[in-house]
């Protein structure tokens, strides 16, 4: 009798459960989830650098100051609503006002871009 993958895969992910809940491993858990959330918001920053770095930077630096320094504005903003979406975790009227900072400084930073490599930009 062959079990299919899916429900195979359900046992598992129960049995993995149950001795998560057998063995009072919910503290470790929760450790090892945090860890998981930096390292992932680590390496997603490190290569955004790494792409900065190699293809933008030198981009970037050809087009006017005001221009870099609305773009450059926009994408440090972005990350700290971003920062602060993960940190507070907000509701409601909160979770609204990051959507909104999150689409301005979008598209801020899209604008610019756009209008700099746009023919007679």
């Known amino acids: 009798m062959s079990i299919p993958p899916f429900v195979r895969g359900l046992l598992i992910i ?3 459960a149950a001795l998560i809940v057998v063995l009072n491993l ?6 090892a989830a945090l860890l ?3 390292a992932f918001v680590l390496v997603i920053g490190l290569v955004l650098y790494t792409l900065w770095r190699d293809f933008g930077r030198r981009e970037i630096s050809l087009w006017p100051t005001s221009q870099q320094f609305v773009f450059y504005g926009a994408c440090v903003l972005f990350l700290v ?3 602060w979406f993960f940190y ?3 509701s409601g009227p909160d979770a ?8 301005a ?3 801020a930073a899209w604008r610019i871009w756009r209008r700099q490599t ?4």
Not at 96 to 103: D, I, K, P, S, Y
């Open 14 to 16: 129960a049995a993995v």
């Open 81 to 83: 609503d971003l920062g």
């Open 36 to 38: 998981v959330r930096v």
């Open 118 to 121: 746009t023919y007679g930009g």
């Open 26 to 31: 919910e503290t470790s858990l929760t450790t």
């Open 96 to 103: 609204l006002v990051f959507f909104v900072v999150a689409a």
């Open 88 to 90: 507070a975790h907000p």
């Open 105 to 107: 400084c979008i598209f």
